[in-house]
C-alpha cells in the first residue's frame, strides 16, 4: 500500500477531496445563497481543493489530512456559526461535504502516516 501510495497524482483519498472542495466552492452558482453563505462556502471549498492537490503532488506530507479534517470540520459547522441554516441548498451541501471531507481525511491519515514513515526510511 505504501509504494502505491507515495507516488505523487495516485490517492483516491486526495482527489475525493479535491471533487469535495471543488463541489462546495462552485455551488453558490446553482443555489441560492446569500452573501455570507456564498463567500463562506467559496472560501472552505478553495481551501479543501487545494489542500488535495498539494497532498496529491506531495503525498510525503504529513499535515494535508489533518488540515483537511479540520476544514471538513468548519465545512460542516459554517451553516450555523454563518447563521445560513434557512438557506436549505447551503446548508445541506456545507454539511454533507463536510462530514465527507472529515471521514475521507480521516481514512487517509492511515495511509499518510504510512508514506511519511516509508519516505524517512529513504
Known amino acids: ?33 446569500d452573501n455570507a453563505a456564498m463567500w463562506t462556502m467559496i472560501v472552505l471549498g478553495a481551501l479543501i481543493a ?5 497532498s496529491l503532488a506531495r503525498p510525503g506530507l504529513i499535515y494535508g489530512e489533518g488540515l ?17 441554516t ?8 456545507s454539511w454533507i461535504v463536510g462530514g465527507l471531507t472529515v471521514l475521507v481525511g480521516a481514512a487517509a491519515l492511515p495511509v499518510a502516516n504510512s508514506v511519511h514513515r516509508t519516505a524517512g526510511q529513504h
Open 68 to 84: 483537511q479534517v479540520v476544514l471538513g470540520a468548519l465545512a460542516f459547522i459554517s451553516p450555523w456559526v454563518m447563521t445560513y
Open 86 to 93: 434557512g438557506l436549505t441548498g447551503a446548508a445541506w451541501t
Open 1 to 33: 500500500m505504501a509504494g502505491v501510495s507515495a507516488r505523487p497524482w495516485t490517492r483516491p483519498h486526495d482527489w475525493a477531496e479535491v471533487v469535495l472542495g471543488a463541489v462546495l466552492a462552485l455551488s453558490p452558482i446553482w443555489m441560492d445563497t
Open 50 to 54: 487545494v489542500d488535495g492537490l498539494v
